[in-house]
């Protein structure tokens, strides 16, 4: 859906651009204003959203905007727009989206998927009426999310600091020629179908806006920072994407591990072992690590936070692991 | 005029009410104050980690298929003891705010699992209003590295993709109970350990109350 966005219009570029200035400029000073050491959580924050601050202000902004111009737009096209329309409209730029869904799986080597993706466009747009329909579904064939961040991720290139485009939304770095690729694979960024090219990407970008109500209403209702609700959210999903739902367990066996070095009473020995058996499902297979630094048992004498974060170290390393095994 | 706010989330998700379902169905477990007292009651003797997830599942499916007759608050009565004997509470509690949690006086502690459970509560309560046709599916099974269960299952709704649904569950005791669910590769856990954990540094332990008491007012007056 995010690169739905930005297929259609690629003047939304140039915020990109802009944004990219802004946050280099504004990301150096931020970095050097916390004194005291970091908790474990903290270095991982940030590492991942080093620019915070800039990128709060971002949301702060996107989020008036949306709400007094995107959402009263999209409103109005809910109302008007009779439900069997708003699925056309939506059918409709969903199966252009799958040209750029089968692309990006041959080139992740997703042969098969490859090959079932292509049979899904070929049959929606000849029997699903260039796209209105998607009959394709009912086949059993129903859509993959790929897009070219996915594939610069199985490709090697790391994800980069999280940043929130004014008037876009969230991102990674890795997102940004992601979204050039997607935009240029999509036919609505030349061609209007037998209307304006300017009427057809608005009509895209109320599309995706209608679409995204219950989310974001959802959102709304259940975060208390939505903020950290949405690159959160944001985050886990895109990585589950990129390594097609195979990724699990790794965060839930740390937080259990530091539950139990938080716990009242607990003044036993604490099993600190986490390799002795795949924390993954059972598609994936771990590498053994025989070269992962082991961790001293003498929990009282060293430091609970040093010891967290050696085993979040081990888990993050491994997760890298198995991140290559999956596209290998 | 291309403004999108929530653009990372239009990402997230093909269709509202799919992510509804499903971020709610994460977003609903948490802490009782009343775990103490009502376990003792309600506890689940001897079932595998794989039947705790079943069985909550059906609950939760029930209480969807009388949701119209019950009433926010009938949902929220039902919703109580299902989400209560089957989920580690006072762990996920403890989890949520991470070392903060060794800050905190008797007091605090107790201010916080109350109105988390409370706010768990209620947001099933007020998502899971209705019932369309959805159903769960067990997939697999697998241990963890610490002595854990993730049990695999799947959210098939009747009119959009299926959803895969992993919870992590760890003994206590003598029973297993459910510590995160994971929803289409989203930890709640994770996730909420994040808001959580950003809302005691940034506003202090008061401010974190007052939202949480917010949400359960927003929730029980829609």
Request: proline share 3%; charged share 25%; net charge negative.
């Amino acid at each position: 859906m995010l690169s739905l966005l930005f297929k259609k219009d690629r003047s939304k570029l140039f915020f990109v651009s802009v944004f990219l200035i802004l946050f280099f400029l504004s990301g150096c000073a931020s970095h050097h204003s916390i004194d005291s050491e970091p908790s474990v959580v903290e270095v991982n924050e940030q590492e991942i959203d080093p620019f915070e601050g800039v990128n709060r202000k971002v949301y702060s902004f996107n989020k008036v905007v949306d709400e007094y111009v995107a959402k009263p737009i999209s409103d109005a096209y809910i109302w008007v727009t009779p439900k069997i329309v708003q699925t056309g409209v939506s059918n409709f730029f969903n199966n252009l989206s799958d040209i750029n869904v089968f692309l990006n799986d041959f080139m992740q080597g997703k042969l098969r998927q490859g090959g079932l993706d292509t049979g899904r466009f070929l049959v929606n747009s000849t029997l699903g009426l260039g796209g209105l329909f998607d009959v394709a579904t009912g086949f059993g064939l129903q859509q993959n999310e790929e897009d070219f961040a996915q594939t610069l991720a199985v490709w090697g290139v790391p994800q980069g600091p999280y940043l929130m485009i004014p008037v876009l939304g969230p991102m990674t770095s890795r997102g940004i020629p992601g979204a050039v690729f997607d935009a240029a694979a999509n036919p609505t960024s030349y061609i209007g179908f037998g209307v304006p090219l300017q009427f057809l990407q608005m009509l895209q970008v109320i599309n995706a806006r209608a679409n995204a109500e219950g989310d974001l209403k959802f959102i709304n209702e259940a975060a208390l920072d939505p903020y950290i609700f949405t690159r959160e959210a944001f985050l886990q999903y895109r990585k589950n994407l990129i390594a097609d739902g195979e990724l699990s367990g790794n965060e839930d066996d740390f937080f259990d591990l530091e539950d139990d070095f938080y716990e009242e009473d607990q003044n036993e020995s604490i099993n600190l072992d986490i390799d002795n058996k795949p924390v993954v499902s059972k598609e994936v297979k771990v590498n053994s690590a025989p070269t992962l630094p082991v961790i001293s048992p003498q929990v009282e004498e060293v430091d609970i936070d040093e010891q967290i974060r050696q085993v979040r170290l081990r888990l993050k390393l491994r997760s890298t692991r198995v991140e290559n095994t999956v596209f290998e | 005029m291309y403004v999108e706010i929530g653009e990372g989330v239009l990402n997230l998700f093909k269709t509202g009410k799919l992510i509804i379902v499903f971020f709610i169905l994460f977003f609903g477990f948490n802490i009782s104050l009343f775990a103490e007292t009502s376990s003792e009651l309600n506890v689940q003797k001897n079932l595998s980690a794989k039947e705790v997830v079943l069985t909550f599942q059906n609950e939760l499916l029930d209480i969807m298929k009388q949701g119209k007759k019950l009433g926010f608050k009938g949902r929220y009565e039902k919703f109580e003891p299902a989400i209560v004997k089957s989920h580690d509470l006072e762990k996920v509690a403890r989890i949520v705010v991470g070392k903060e949690w060794k800050g905190f006086s008797e007091e605090q502690k107790q201010k916080l699992t109350e109105v988390f459970s409370r706010l768990s509560i209620a947001s099933y309560a007020h998502n899971f209003k209705e019932f369309s046709g959805e159903s769960f599916e067990f997939l697999s099974e697998d241990k963890t590295a610490r002595g854990g269960f993730i049990i695999y299952t799947v959210f098939i709704l009747p009119d959009d993709k299926d959803v895969k649904f992993d919870y992590m569950l760890k003994k206590k005791s003598d029973n297993w109970m459910i510590i995160n669910v994971i929803a289409a590769g989203v930890s709640d856990l994770a996730l909420k350990r994040s808001e959580y954990t950003s809302i005691l540094k940034r506003e202090g332990f008061e401010a974190l109350i007052a939202k949480i008491t917010e949400k359960i007012d927003n929730y029980t007056n829609q």
